[in-house]
């Protein structure tokens, strides 16, 4: 069963800021998708990454798929509070999510 | 363009009585469909998928069960609720390796 690990669990940072969030496996995904919660909604999805090393930018959203494909990183450029949410990381064949990043961008 | 329906989207039934969760989906034929739960602030954990009509897959033996009726229709059933069934229930349909999710249900079971 491949694990899915993300961190920090929670992040409060001021508007303006820089941040960077994390998913970890244990296995290599076959393909990894990016999602932002709000509270009492669905999640929505940011990004589908596929190949390794690759890199993809939404915005002020950056997001990197690491070259072993075991790993990625969601890097958010001044953060506005429109940002605050719950961010996933899911690894779609298995149909796992991690636990979440739970981001506040105060004003 | 593709929409996802789920109702109720709040529920509050008291334990031992019987809970039916439905989920649509408009715009896309032989969608794989999903059912999750969230507990508070965190992540989702599958309880079933479907390929197709009347194909269920089960991921956790629970209390639930799930059926799917028509190809764009996924209901979320119990018999007699838990004080456990408590949560935040998500409906999902997917294709292409990408899912998308309906506005979710929270149940308060009481």
């Known amino acids: 069963t491949q694990l899915l690990e993300q961190s920090p669990q929670f992040l409060s940072i001021q508007e303006g800021e820089n941040l960077t969030v994390y998913c970890n496996s244990s296995?290599?995904?076959?393909?990894l998708q990016w999602y932002r919660q709000e509270p009492g909604e669905g999640p929505v999805l940011l990004v589908t990454v596929v190949t390794g090393g690759e890199v993809k930018k939404l915005k002020r959203l950056t997001f990197q798929f690491g070259d072993a494909r075991k790993d990625s990183s969601l890097h958010i450029t001044a953060a506005q509070p429109g940002d605050t949410g719950l961010y996933l990381c899911?690894?779609?064949?298995?149909?796992?999510f991690g636990a979440g990043t739970r981001l506040t961008v105060k004003p | 363009s593709q929409t996802i329906h789920q109702w109720p989207a709040t529920l509050v039934q008291p334990v031992g009585s019987p809970l039916s969760l439905e989920c649509t989906v408009e715009?896309?034929?032989?969608?794989?469909l999903y059912w999750y739960r969230q507990a508070a602030g965190r992540g989702l954990q599958l309880l079933f998928y479907s390929v197709g009509i009347g194909q269920i897959s089960s991921e956790v033996p629970q209390n639930l069960s799930a059926s799917r009726p028509q190809d764009r229709q996924f209901i979320l059933s119990s018999k007699k609720l838990l004080l456990s069934d408590s949560g935040f229930y998500l409906c999902a349909w997917g294709q292409d390796g990408e899912q998308y999710f309906g506005p979710g249900t929270r149940l308060t079971v009481t």
């Open positions: 899911a690894e779609y064949s298995d149909m796992r």
């Open positions: 296995s290599v995904f076959s393909s």
């Open positions: 715009g896309t034929s032989n969608p794989n």
